[in-house]
DNA sequence: CTTGACACAGAACAGGCGTTCGATTATCAT
DNA sequence: ATGATAATCGAACGCCTGTTCTGTGTCAAG
């Protein structure tokens, strides 16, 4: 029959992994080695466990062995993954406060998937919260109406930091980038076309949370 | 011991529940019932397998009979989920054309996971790409210097669709929302306060994709 | 031609694992 | 008290599944 020499991967060994990610796509869990082995024209178990080692060793499966199915997908092959399910816990807009986890008496509607990869640094915590803006108010932090904001809880903020504060004075909710400095705060937009807002020490200054990722989604047209 | 009369979830299934999902997150597998039993203080294999049951009744639980480790949890609790593994592949700035797959002799150094349920309708091809902005040259389009555009390749569009395109006349590129007029098009940017570009028929105009997500990610510090 | 790496088949083995069933104890309404 | 229901246990059963070993045919190098 054909003859592979040892060197990279055949194409028994692609239509292995294909049926792999279809099968696991399907099932939600992977297939036994003579599943495999049907779907694949090869007759024999020992075949399967043959190329699944050599796949093993080109480092696109990984398996544990011993146990049932105990193989998955490496890399840009595998179609599942971590994530996180943060729930959106309602609207944000200018003049309505914002709801914080342990304000919310809602539950949540919805919830959006965020990958764990994509998660900055160590916010992978438990704790964040998702919310959807409504209306045109935040176009100076360039976010967008419909756009998803996920927060993390925080009363303070260190310089630099993207926060949700509600404005007493203004009676105001917005999304700044959050400067303290010597008779107050800056809250500067992230819009260079518009102006800072100066916050002085006897305002009161009410963070909400931290941004930690803007989402849009374009399935909606443009009006 | 003590009684849960057949309504709600006890503190034996939350147990279980929990061990499942910090078990899978540690093996990439679900846990055999045997396992959840000795994780759990339950001496029994049957008794495991009667809770299981009940969880699958309660709707939490999905249940793979006969089948090794066949078992997911459901909603909330489970933390795996299918992903689009979209590849980035470079960077896009006013000035230089955008790399679209077929034209990108590089391979993507980087890629990023968005969740399938946060795809946008039947949006879940395959074949998206990714760039990342560079520069401010995008805030006409609200979208920010480090976002992470995410796009459908596409020749045309609808109108009222963001797309990529590449204006040849005047060497840029860039992303704005799509209109066909009937002396050409017309580009709107998403920001209200910049103008609309026109093209007419005879310029050529270059869509290179649909935008179909926008991704901003918080960990940098502003400026 | 011989040799050896490679691809493959098939069968047997053994352990993993879900299932089932009989038996026992606890809790509660009557 | 008492019967019904729920919770548990322990063991046996048997399929599912990965592992392993022997054997065969092919092809290229020596």
Redesign the pocket.
Known sequence: ??????KGI?E?HKKILGFIASYQREHKH??????I?EHC????????????D?LEKEGLLE?D???????RLIGDNNPLGDMLRVPVLGVIQAGEPILVPSESPFTPEDSVEIAMSMMPSKEKGRDLFALQVQGDSMIDAMINDGDIVILKPAQDARNGEMVAVWLNERNETTLKYFYKEKDGYRLQPANPAFKPIMIKKSESLDIKGKVVMVIRKMERLAA
């Open positions: 029959m054909m003859v592979r020499k040892s055949g028994r992977p297939p036994s080695i003579r599943e082995g024209e090869i007759s024999s178990t020992s075949v399967v466990n043959y190329y699944l050599q398996r062995r011993k146990i049932s199915r105990g193989m």
